[in-house]
Antibody, heavy 122, light 110 residues
Framework: QITLKESGPTLVKPTQTLTLTCTFS??????????VGWIRQPPGKALEWLAL???????RYSPSLKSRLTITKDTSENQVVLTMTSVDPVDTATYYC??????????????WGQGTMVTVSS | QSALTQPASVSGSPGQSITISCTGT?????????VSWYQQHPGKAPKLMIY???NRPSGVSNRFSGSKSGNTASLTISGLQAEDEADYYC??????????FGTGTNVTVL
């Protein structure tokens, strides 16, 4: 059974760096085709894709946020970390991590974490 | 990249069929068969309903079906049920090797 869980601060001050961790089980990020992505959703608004990392360490970022995002993986710890620099109140959102796998549900997220709410405010 | 365009809301009576559109460009929806659809109930994480335009994951009701024509993808819900009332989002792979979500559609069962 695949599960993912997001963790990180609930409150961050403007201009600070936000670090979120996705801890997963039931799969390995060293298995060919496997990827973990981050998606966020501001209160009452739509989903926004942020970043994706594959088993091969191939990384993809949202063009509009690329300069502020870094995604990394720790295969031994079964974790994926997303950092976002220079946060602003508009970054207030629920942040989700999710599983994908090429050649099965390619470019679709089949299992999602429960999400973690992050508020950016002074 | 711009969000894919979906109608803000769609409604139908129980038992009816409804269709939600998702319009992009030749650089995303029209260029690849990697359109997916998600259902999201209030306060819950999204759930994958359709991937690769028309494939249903195991466990998803066959009342949900997907299709694509040109730059527009569609999700059809047949035999509408009260439990189908939720927000629905499309997503597509893009020519930049990235992903993009739609603006979201709220489905109301009358």
């Amino acid at each position: 059974q695949i599960t993912l869980k997001e963790s990180g601060p609930t409150l961050v001050k403007p201009t600070q760096t936000l670090t979120l961790t996705c801890t997963f089980s039931g799969f390995s990020l060293s298995t060919a085709g496997v990827g973990v992505g981050w998606i966020r959703q501001p209160p009452g608004k739509a989903l926004e894709w942020l970043a994706l990392i594959y088993w091969s360490d191939d990384k993809r970022y949202s063009p509009s946020l690329k300069s502020r995002l870094t995604i990394t993986k720790d295969t031994s710890e079964n974790q994926v970390v997303l950092t976002m620099t220079s946060v602003d109140p508009v970054d207030t959102a629920t942040y989700y991590c999710a599983h994908t796998r090429l050649f099965t549900t390619s470019y679709a997220f089949d299992i999602w974490g429960q999400g973690t709410m992050v508020t950016v405010s002074s | 990249q711009s969000a894919l365009t979906q109608p803000a809301s769609v409604s139908g009576s129980p038992g009816q069929s409804i269709t939600i559109s998702c319009t992009g460009t030749s650089s995303d929806v029209g260029g690849y068969n990697y359109v997916s659809w998600y259902q999201q109930h209030p306060g819950k994480a999204p759930k994958l309903m359709i991937y690769e335009v028309s494939n249903r994951p195991s466990g998803v009701s066959n009342r949900f079906s997907g299709s694509k024509s040109g730059n527009t993808a569609s999700l059809t819900i047949s035999g509408l049920q009260a439990e189908d009332e939720a927000d629905y989002y499309c997503s597509s792979y893009t020519s930049n090797s990235t992903l993009v979500f739609g603006t979201g559609t709220n489905v109301t069962v009358l």
